[in-house]
């Protein structure tokens, strides 16, 4: 019966943002544009460890790297729950769209093995 | 009971883009320094429409812009999933524990009411 | 008669970046690819200082958040500079052209005072 | 005798912003944070072309994506010499001094070949 009792994890981690930055008085900070700027920034500090390396040594990184990265990874997460929280996007119900539009963008029999945009098909 | 039926978003996320990856065959393509450099991209997508935008204006978009927005949210978070899933990155965990370290680094009673970095403290 | 020993402020640093790249062995690493990816990284480093402030405090930086900021721009122009050589790339002819263009999309009776795009005029 | 008449290339484009700003009224907007926003923007935008390609493809772009490239090259010259200018900063300068200091990190003895960073070596 666990399962009953379990909040799903984008709902977890969007009321615990919320509790924290009503903890802080942070709500004054986090306008939707602040937000996506640091989001953004998050994003670059996730890139940066992989920016001189092959494909190859990016899929094998070193212990130290892959401790970095998670918490680079984790705080990406954390702004993008909170961006959409204040702009009152279901983030869950998003992605899924996303992930049916991208299925007719890219349908499986022309998209098959090609990185090309669907437009150039 | 129909909770013990539910999986996780971000499980069902990671489980759908794998599917996804696998009917298409772009695992090819999907080499962690890829993923990393696309949610990148895709983070200056979604800071693209505030970038003139006040702090107020950013939290009153117009329709057209936010239905743009939550599309580039779920871009974030999609490539999010794929690059953690990738890496074997548990995405939930990995965002809980930095809650953790942040409530560590911006206790309440010094970080309230301020935007400054906790070493400024 | 100084003025006719001067080279040019973008050649001059052009040059003095392919001799810095030739001594360190380091052209195997700067590929377009990689250079525009550390050019991203560096362009976000550049915004970090300023993401949680007001317009008007990032018009008066701290003298410490100066330096930062001064030393960030110079590593954005580097990889600027790298990146166009690499891809042959005439950085003062492509900015006077598109100058140029803006001013065609942009033509003064329209866009004065507004900051809206120009397919939104 | 013609260099004497020359303007240097980050001075003449300086002043051909300051000149597009002030017709159209546009200094309001060009608070240093928003310059620094817009550039990592069109940093990304940069970046975007190369997300899908090996090392190798990005020496080798077809004609359509380097004309893309090169005006996103133009984009992020011109955010950064208009944000240089409103921060007060010269940017030849400050790109000189930067090579110097990059000079003492990365000596050519313990560079040679490697694209680890200086810290490492």
């Known amino acids: 019966m666990r399962a009953l009792l379990v909040t ?3 709902i977890h981690l969007r009321d615990a943002l919320r509790e ?3 903890a802080r008085d942070w709500d004054q900070f986090h306008s939707p544009r602040n937000l996506a700027t ?3 920034v998050e ?3 996730l890139l ?3 920016q001189w390396l092959t494909d190859e040594q990016s899929r094998h ?3 130290e790297t892959r401790v970095e990265v998670e918490q680079e990874l984790a705080d990406v ?4 729950v909170r961006l959409a929280d204040k702009l009152g996007v279901d983030l869950e119900q998003a992605a899924r769209a ?6 007719e963008k890219y349908p499986v029999e022309k998209a098959r093995g090609s990185s090309r945009k669907y437009d150039e098909l």
Request: no cysteine.
């Open 8 to 10: 799903d994890s984008l």
């Open 20 to 22: 924290f930055a009503a």
């Open 38 to 40: 640091a989001l953004s």
């Open 43 to 45: 994003a670059a500090e």
């Open 48 to 50: 940066e460890p992989f």
């Open 61 to 63: 990184l070193p212990p």
């Open 77 to 80: 997460l954390l702004y993008l």
């Open 98 to 103: 996303k992930i049916v539009r991208n299925g």
